[in-house]
């Protein structure tokens, strides 16, 4: 409950441009944020794993 409720309050239009926050568009997660998928790193990761994100490989070396 808390953390959709953060989500909507995220949607509107903050009264100062510096307290925007990035979030998770699958969980809802404010840290860990990667901007060029829109999603915290724990999803990009489970996502990447299954194979659901194109593009994305898992290195090994």
Request: glycine share 8%; proline share 5%; with cysteine.
């Amino acid at each position: 409950m808390a953390r959709t409720s953060m989500m909507e309050k995220a949607k509107r239009a903050p009264k100062f441009k510096v307290r925007a926050r990035n979030r998770c568009a699958i969980c809802g997660r404010p840290r860990g944020y990667i901007g060029k998928f829109e999603m915290c790193r724990i999803c990009f990761r489970t996502l990447a794993l299954r194979g659901e994100l194109p593009g994305v490989t898992k290195s090994s070396w």
